[in-house]
T-cell receptor, first 114, second 115 residues
Framework: DQQVKQNSPSLSVQEGRISILNCDYT??????FLWYKKYPAEGPTFLIS?????DKNEDGRFTVFLNKSAKHLSLHIVPSQPGDSAVYFC?????????????FGKGTKLSVKP | SAVISQKPSRDICQRGTSLTIQCQVD?????MFWYRQQPGQSLTLIAT?????????ESGFVIDKFPISRPNLTFSTLTVSNMSPEDSSIYLC????????????FGPGTRLTVL
């Protein structure tokens, strides 16, 4: 059973508009959440993270929102650029797990059209 | 950031054979992680490789199937043994960034196809 779910396999957005990628989780023990971006033939690269004690974290064009009661987080990219086209993975971890044990979603492929 | 390379980048293998994947990091790290991404699935942690001790395997993964070596602080290998088509996946190694909790640097991955 998937503990981290990204229900949209793909998303297409026009350049300059907002991209919103969603992620839901089921395990209430998760207390730290991360977003990774992956280009073809490359490994995932860290994008942004948020602790469960916060509900928002912003880094430039990227903002992650966390709604603990709904067990939902989202990544907002504003404005979207063609270079943002990639697969985005949501990941979660809990303080009780092994350090490397990030639980990943299946990813959402974002396409930003010029 | 750490630079991580993996060899081979891809391979096509026959069932019943074994493949060893190499992971090289450009700096010394205590922990290295091995992940698997099966087609259409999420990345799943296979094991944590610590230098000087046995690897720690996650539930569902065993040493006989995925033996790991960690001879020094910059290198690790993962062997996929007695392969079957279900082992067709992308295998990735990663290391902690040391900057943020759970932030990891990933290698480019090894795409394995088992016929």
């Amino acid at each position: 059973d998937q503990q981290v779910k990204q229900n949209s396999p793909s998303l297409s957005v026009q350049e300059g508009r907002i991209s919103i990628l969603n992620c839901d989780y089921t395990n209430s023990m998760f207390d730290y959440f991360l977003w990774y971006k992956k280009y073809p033939a490359e490994g995932p690269t860290f994008l942004i993270s948020i602790s469960s004690i916060k509900d928002k974290n912003e880094d430039g064009r990227f903002t992650v929102f966390l709604n603990k009661s709904a067990k939902h987080l989202s990544l907002h990219i504003v404005p979207s650029q063609p270079g943002d086209s990639a697969v985005y993975f949501c990941a979660a971890s809990g303080s009780g797990g092994s350090q490397g044990n990030l639980i990943f979603g299946k990813g959402t492929k974002l396409s930003v059209k010029p | 950031s750490a630079v991580i390379s993996q060899k081979p980048s891809r391979d096509i293998c026959q069932r019943g054979t074994s493949l060893t994947i190499q992971c090289q990091v450009d700096s010394q790290v205590t922990m290295m992680f091995w992940y698997r991404q099966q087609p259409g699935q999420s990345l799943t942690l296979i094991a944590t490789a610590n230098q000087g001790s046995e690897a720690t395997y996650e539930s569902g993964f065993v040493i006989d199937k995925f033996p790991i070596s960690r001879p020094n602080l910059t290198f690790s290998t993962l062997t996929v043994s007695n392969m079957s088509p279900e082992d067709s996946s992308i295998y990735l190694c990663s290391v902690p960034s040391g900057l943020k909790r759970n932030e990891q640097f990933f290698g480019p991955g090894t795409r394995l196809t088992v016929l």
